[in-house]
């Protein structure tokens, strides 16, 4: 029983990666068909708000909103970085776009230290600078060797993003001593449609039958991943939470070598060794420190 507890929080972080996966392929999909990220975000906004309300209407769940002021700020906060990740994959690709936008981890880790006080170790430190060097390494390699300096207007956008989402994490784990995970996640959809509704609807475009569905999709993949990873956000700190989410930029850039056919260097390779090794070395160091803790209480 202790040990299923002590996993409940990474499996749902790794079952949110596995959603967000699947929808960043309808993300690419959805972009390659012209539809523009302003409206994209717009359907994933109004289809995750839905669902939730359906299912408090149902009954199957309850929303309950106590700290108001926290959840208008992680709904501004979230909404802003999923928009800018959105926009990152349509403009720079699946693989950089996502790798970028999730190099989140290192703020998040500086901003639990600072608001939430959280204690972050040396070896933590370590893992975190790890991952970042992977993440960057993937984002600047090239078939010819690394760019060092060159970041773009969309790179620093996806980077600014990241840093909206790593303070977004910090809110979602103080907003857990007060409010449902559904409830988090509502401030979100909600915040995010006034933040792209107009722009939205400004740009004419033809969606049709197909790209409706596939905004479907968008909106249900983002729905259940959301969900689960404020779910894991319950089991586990800021960092180590933020750590094994780099499992998804991962992903992305394996199934950007599969199905897309795009062509990964050296640099890549090695930024996702990197990535993997960081994250499988924190967890392994919860899990030791938990291990001590239990066999010091039982003393």
């Known amino acids: 029983m202790f040990r299923a507890e002590k996993i409940k929080g990474p499996a749902y972080i790794f079952a949110s990666s596995v959603a967000f996966v699947v929808m960043s392929v ?3 999909r959805v972009s390659d068909m012209g539809i ?21 209407m149902a009954g199957k769940i309850s929303l309950r909103f106590v700290n108001k002021k926290l959840l208008l700020l992680r709904g501004l906060l979230s909404g802003g970085a999923v928009f800018l990740f959105f926009l990152s994959v349509a403009k720079i690709g699946l693989a950089k776009g996502t790798v970028l936008s999730y190099s989140s981890p290192i703020f998040a880790c500086l901003f639990s230290a600072v608001l939430l006080r959280e204690r972050i170790s040396l070896f933590r430190w370590f893992a975190v600078a790890v991952a970042m060097a992977g993440v960057y390494f993937v984002a600047a390699g090239r078939a010819e060797g690394i760019c060092w300096t060159r970041i773009g207007l ?4 996806a980077i600014g993003g990241a840093i909206l989402a790593g303070l977004s994490n910090c809110v979602i784990k103080k907003l857990h001593d007060t409010d449902s995970t559904y409830s988090i996640y509502l401030a979100q959809c ?29 909106g249900g993949a983002a729905t259940l991943g959301q969900l689960l990873g404020t779910r894991g956000y319950r089991y586990l700190s800021v960092s180590e939470a933020s750590l094994l989410e780099l499992s998804f930029p991962v992903l992305n850039l394996v199934l950007g070598m599969v199905v897309w056919r795009e062509m ?20 392994g160091g919860r899990n030791a420190s938990e291990e001590t803790e239990s066999n010091q209480s039982r003393e």
């Open 154 to 157: 969309f790179e620093g956008l």
């Open 26 to 28: 309808f993300i690419k």
């Open 36 to 56: 523009d990220s302003w409206k994209t975000t717009l359907f994933r906004f109004v289809i995750g708000g839905a669902i939730v309300c359906t299912l408090a």
């Open 264 to 283: 990964i260097s050296f640099w890549g390779v090695l930024g996702a060794v990197l990535v993997l090794g960081a994250c499988g070395a924190i967890l």
């Open 190 to 218: 909600v915040m995010g449609i006034w933040i792209v509704v107009t722009p939205a609807n400004l740009v004419p475009c033809s969606v049709g039958y197909f790209g409706g569905a596939l905004l479907l999709g968008v």
